[in-house]
């Protein structure tokens, strides 16, 4: 009970005014692959991702997701996402909702100066909660992940090298029933903003200055059995504007398990806590 | 066949008046960022500039400014605001006192957006 109490405390603790993706100067923008290391209120709505053999080999996957993300206060946030697939193998069409998920991320660090960012998540897939008709699972998938970010700005000898920023995950996927597995991924950014805004502005124009070029990768390394990693390699950029960012990444699978040809994806991406600065935007306890 | 279809319609429909609505609802104020700096991060001016303005994406609170300018000996360059300066926009101007001396100078900032967000920044230029 002490213990529960402290934890609670510990969460519901009061914290510096901090919202979507900022440590110091450094923003680092919503990521469409891999998870953010910083808790905010934000809507995914949507995320179109076009593949093919993705899941199954030869299958064409078109998958529309949402993610919806609420700060309880301001180092703890809930989430729940959700999606609609439609499959097609050689004409033969099924479609309907995957699992639903719902997560819960604390923030355990935001060092202004390094413009560093750690934080620890659980995320369910919620089993049976998608359409039966698409072999869902049927028991749940838990996932605990630790998720960093850390932006070069303190790199003064390097100028060019300011702007690059990594985030990165490291988690485990333990299903109620079968392998878990471990699940990894990074991210390379190279924020336009930053380099104009902090380190120089080499004429770019307002447009190319709200652009960040980024690479997202993301691996699933079964601990168990024979089967092989999977995962894909996702080049793109972002355009973050005032309340909305924008992404669209192409989709490489690493291998033919992880996919059959070169799919991409795109994001409509808003934060919450500056669309809704009085309300749905902030945390509901601060 | 005919299910999927109007279920993928509707779908697309959902998220496309979601979109347009929370478009429609987005308000001039959210997280201020550096759009245009004078001098420019990273600029080397012949001319010792008398005049500094940073202009940012949104409105802020220019009551509530935090602003240095700290030249290469380390001292800091006195400024100051324009007479009448009003109480919120997008803009910071200031006038150094005296001209500033050839070298490299370090621009910090901290503003608060006008729904209360903070957000700063740090920068150089160089006058030759």
């Given at each position: 009970m002490r213990v529960a109490f402290a934890a609670a405390a510990l969460v519901f603790a009061s914290a510096p005014a901090f919202a979507h993706g900022y440590a110091g100067q450094r923003f680092f923008p919503a990521t469409i692959l891999l998870e953010d290391p910083f808790v905010a209120d934000e809507?995914?709505?949507?995320t179109y991702t076009h593949m093919k053999?993705?899941?199954?080999?030869g299958v064409r996957e078109d998958e529309l997701e949402f993610e919806f993300a609420k700060r309880i206060t301001s180092k703890f946030a809930l989430a729940i996402e959700g999606a609609w697939i439609h499959e097609n193998d050689a004409g033969e069409s099924v479609d309907g909702f995957e699992n639903i998920a719902v997560g819960a991320k604390y923030q355990?660090?935001?060092d202004e100066d390094a413009e560093t960012v750690l934080a620890a998540a659980l995320d369910v897939?919620?089993?049976?909660?998608?359409?039966?008709h698409l072999d869902v699972e049927d028991s749940n998938t838990y996932e605990p992940t630790l998720l960093f970010g850390k932006g070069f700005?303190?790199?003064?000898?390097a100028t060019y090298l300011r702007p690059l920023a990594v985030t990165g995950v490291l988690g485990v996927a333990i299903p109620e029933h079968g392998d878990s597995a471990l699940v990894y991924g990074a991210t390379l950014q190279y924020s336009l903003p930053y380099l104009h805004a902090h380190?120089?502005?080499?004429?770019?124009g307002d447009f190319m200055n709200n652009l960040t070029p980024i690479v997202e990768m993301k691996f699933e390394t079964p601990l168990d059995g024979d089967e092989r990693t999977t995962g894909t390699v996702n080049p793109g950029l972002l355009y973050s504007g005032q309340s909305v960012q924008i992404g669209f990444e192409a989709v490489i699978p690493i291998n033919r398990e992880s996919g059959d040809t070169v799919g991409f994806t795109a994001q409509l991406h808003f934060y919450l806590d500056d669309i809704f600065p009085e309300t749905i935007g902030k945390p509901l306890f601060d | 066949m005919t299910f999927s279809r109007k279920r993928s319609a509707s779908l697309f429909s959902i998220s496309a008046i979601a979109a347009l609505a929370l478009f429609a609802a987005?308000?001039?104020?959210a997280h201020a960022a550096l759009?245009?700096?004078?001098?420019?991060?990273g600029a080397v001016v012949d001319q010792p500039p008398t005049k500094l303005s940073l202009e940012f994406s949104c409105a802020i609170d220019l009551t509530n400014v935090e602003l240095s300018v700290v030249g290469p000996a380390g001292q800091e360059v006195a400024l100051s605001p324009p007479e009448?300066?009003?109480?919120?926009?997008n803009t910071i101007e200031r006038t150094a006192a005296a001209a500033l001396a050839p070298g490299r100078y370090k621009v910090a900032w901290r503003v608060l957006s006008v729904d209360g967000h903070h957000t700063r920044g740090a920068y150089t230029f160089d006058v030759k």
């Open positions: 809507l995914g709505l949507p053999g993705g899941e199954e080999p355990l660090l935001v897939e919620l089993g049976g909660t998608g359409s039966s700005g303190d790199a003064s000898n380190v120089k502005d080499v004429g770019l | 987005t308000p001039a104020f759009r245009n700096a004078v001098p420019a991060a009448g300066e009003a109480k919120s926009g």
